[in-house]
């Protein structure tokens, strides 16, 4: 049996996550998951959930581990990611690493782990910010300088209702920024000592296409 393919999507908000997510997902046909869009559709299920962790995220914290273990290897127990998935927001610290590796471990044996690391000064991030917008149906990203939908407000996949995200705001922002820096950055560093994760360094500055073609290159190299 092949060993499950395991892509993680490193870089700060508004880096290109999301959408290279979504496109890597049609060609690699393996599920993009994001942590934070888990989250935001738990909250908007579970009051109790939303009532407990809301704060958390509106203030640009992270959420404590356990729940996301919670919601996420729930996810992955799903059928659609039994060959493989992308996720997109986690691990955000070393702790997270480490329960991740024990449930991979624990539940699909052997895996095959590449990390893209996508790079963009904090100038972009808040320029970059300032613009997003976010399906309420779908959770598809769109940016009005970048990749803007067909019709203002509305989604082009599903015409659902385009909102901005509540923890999208100024200070938030630079406390999203800290948060990355101070937590999740070590994680970089931890995959770099490991010999056999492949670690593709990428300008997230180039063109939503430039920088889909440049990590498609890498990971079928
Ligand atoms: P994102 O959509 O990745 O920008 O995440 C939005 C927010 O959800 C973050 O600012 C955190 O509050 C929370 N969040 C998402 N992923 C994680 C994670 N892996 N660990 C803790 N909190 C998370």
Do not use: W
Not at 68 to 79: G, K, N, S, T
Not at 81 to 86: A, E, R
Not at 92 to 121: C, H, T, W
Not at 191 to 203: A, G, R, W
Request: with cysteine; net charge negative.
């Amino acid at each position: 049996m092949d060993k499950v393919r395991v892509v993680l999507l490193f870089g700060p908000q508004s880096s290109g996550k999301g959408t290279q997510g979504m496109m890597l997902e049609k060609s690699l046909g393996i599920p993009h998951i994001s942590t934070g869009r888990l989250l935001r559709v738990k909250m908007e299920k579970d009051l109790d959930f939303r009532e407990k962790f809301n704060s958390f995220v509106l203030r640009g914290d992270l959420v404590p581990d356990q729940y996301i273990y919670e919601v996420l290897f729930d996810r992955l127990q799903e059928a659609d990611c039994q060959k493989g998935f992308i996720l997109d927001g986690y691990p955000r610290n070393l702790s997270q690493i480490k329960a991740m590796e024990k449930f991979l471990g624990d539940y699909f044996g052997s895996y095959e782990l590449s990390v893209v690391n996508l790079l963009i000064p904090f100038e972009s991030i808040v320029q970059r910010v300032s613009g997003r917008f976010v399906c309420s149906d779908c959770g598809q990203t769109y940016n009005i300088y970048l990749y803007p939908p067909k019709v203002e407000g509305v989604c082009d996949s599903c015409a659902g209702v385009l909102e901005k995200r509540a923890d999208d705001q100024p200070e938030i922002i630079k406390n999203r920024y800290e948060i990355f820096n101070q937590q999740t950055v070590p994680v970089l560093d931890y995959y770099q000592n490991l010999d056999n994760v492949k670690i593709f360094n990428i300008d997230g500055e180039q063109t939503i296409d430039e920088i889909f073609k440049n990590i498609m290159a890498k990971l079928n190299d």
